[in-house]
């Protein structure tokens, strides 16, 4: 490696940057989820890398390295790790907290040793440092080893008795990013002539509205186009409908986010695919962005390259 990738970093580097480099590093007792925690991490926008040796850590975040700014790293590391001891995890990871371009965190997550064991037990895998002993063995040693990288930890999970759930929810609140509710909606049109949409978590019918197919003027069009809206609204039923939808939605929303879901798939389906339900689709979707929700919106039907359902079956 030349002197100058080698030399310190300049002032002008090290300067407090507007927006510092969010950096989490996960470790913890092996079976206590920290794979799971990276996973979720990895959901909330984190770049998330696991078993980094110890010695490569200082040079991943060195200025310079990366011509993308990251704006948030996860790094998982534990004692299944190259050259992991916790001198060696002391002696790279504390100059990183002392740098103004970072904002580093440890993430430490722990368990009982029994359920540890039990763990282990149930996907028959040894223990990293058992391999040919008793579970409990390694479970022993491993807290031993990790001892002085717990104390040093700024966040302490112990996941004896939480789900995956309790988990999300822990890491969320606190390194998700502001704003982030932690839930992305899709909301998908359909004809049900050509089936449900198979990803679908929520299904409504909107056949029971005005079809604005047996108006000549409006059936050449889509429920995107005003004349269209404006027909379906007109429907006496429409207003109670959309309002009961919104309210059932609203007060699923939370409880979703709650479990910890990541996705939800909301499919509205007419005859046809081309009028209410895509009308029903977009004025959904307006809704729930103005409060401030996460929406993608996907007409299946009108999808390019996607067949109209024959007029038979309207």
Same mark, same amino acid.
């Given at each position: 490696?030349?002197?100058?990738? &080698?030399?310190?970093?300049?002032?002008?580097?090290?300067?407090?940057?507007?927006?510092?480099?969010?950096? !989490? =590093?996960?470790?913890?007792?092996?079976?206590?989820?920290?794979?799971?925690?990276?996973?979720?991490?990895?959901?909330?926008?984190?770049?998330?890398?696991?078993?980094?040796?110890?010695?490569?850590?200082?040079?991943?975040?060195?200025? /310079?390295?990366?011509?993308?700014?990251?704006?948030?790293?996860?790094?998982?590391?534990?004692? #299944?790790?190259?050259?992991?001891?916790?001198?060696?995890?002391?002696?790279?990871?504390?100059?990183?907290?002392?740098?103004?371009?970072?904002? &580093?965190?440890?993430?430490?997550?722990?368990?009982?040793?029994?359920?540890?064991?039990?763990?282990?037990?149930?996907? @028959?895998?040894?223990?990293?440092?058992?391999?040919?002993?008793?579970?409990?063995?390694?479970?022993?040693?491993?807290?031993?080893?990790?001892?002085?990288? @717990?104390?040093?930890?700024?966040?302490?999970?112990?996941?004896?008795?939480?789900?995956?759930?309790?988990?999300?929810?822990?890491?969320?609140? #606190?390194?998700?990013?502001?704003?982030?509710?932690?839930?992305?909606?899709?909301?998908?049109?359909?004809?049900?002539?050509? /089936?449900?949409?198979?990803?679908?978590?929520?299904?409504?019918?909107?056949?029971?509205?005005?079809?604005?197919?047996?108006?000549?003027?409006?059936?050449?069009?889509?429920?995107?186009?005003?004349?269209?809206? @404006?027909?379906?609204?007109?429907?006496?039923?429409?207003?109670?409908?959309?309002?009961?939808?919104?309210?059932?939605?609203?007060?699923?929303?939370?409880?979703?986010?709650?479990?910890?879901?990541?996705?939800?798939? =909301?499919? !509205?389906?007419?005859?046809? /695919? #081309?009028?209410?339900? !895509?009308?029903?689709?977009?004025?959904?979707?307006?809704?729930?962005?103005?409060?401030?929700?996460?929406?993608? !919106? #996907?007409?299946?039907?009108?999808?390019?390259?996607?067949?109209?359902?024959?007029?038979?079956?309207?």
């Amino acid at each position: 490696m030349s002197n100058e990738v &080698l030399a310190a970093p300049s002032v002008r580097a090290m300067q407090p940057a507007s927006t510092k480099t969010q950096v !989490v =590093i996960v470790t913890g007792m092996s079976g206590a989820g920290k794979s799971s925690a990276l996973n979720i991490l990895e959901d909330v926008g984190f770049e998330a890398i696991d078993n980094l040796p110890i010695a490569f850590l200082g040079r991943l975040l060195w200025p /310079g390295t990366s011509s993308t700014p990251r704006e948030s790293l996860a790094v998982g590391v534990d004692i #299944r790790t190259r050259d992991f001891h916790a001198d060696s995890f002391s002696r790279e990871v504390e100059p990183l907290r002392a740098r103004p371009d970072l904002d &580093l965190k440890i993430v430490f997550l722990d368990c009982d040793s029994n359920v540890i064991a039990r763990r282990f037990s149930e996907t @028959r895998r040894p223990h990293p440092l058992a391999p040919d002993r008793p579970v409990m063995d390694g479970i022993r040693h491993e807290r031993q080893l990790l001892a002085p990288v @717990r104390e040093v930890a700024d966040l302490v999970i112990d996941t004896s008795n939480i789900n995956a759930a309790d988990l999300r929810r822990q890491l969320e609140r #606190r390194f998700a990013p502001s704003g982030r509710h932690g839930l992305t909606i899709s909301i998908v049109s359909f004809a049900y002539g050509k /089936g449900l949409p198979r990803e679908a978590d929520l299904v409504f019918d909107v056949r029971f509205l005005l079809n604005p197919h047996y108006v000549d003027s409006l059936r050449p069009g889509t429920g995107q186009d005003a004349p269209v809206a @404006r027909y379906i609204e007109q429907d006496i039923d429409f207003a109670p409908f959309f309002e009961s939808l919104t309210g059932l939605i609203g007060r699923l929303l939370p409880s979703y986010r709650e479990e910890g879901k990541s996705y939800l798939t =909301i499919a !509205v389906g007419c005859t046809g /695919g #081309r009028h209410r339900s !895509v009308f029903v689709s977009e004025k959904l979707a307006a809704h729930l962005r103005a409060n401030g929700d996460s929406v993608l !919106v #996907r007409h299946r039907e009108l999808d390019p390259g996607t067949q109209r359902v024959p007029d038979d079956l309207l």
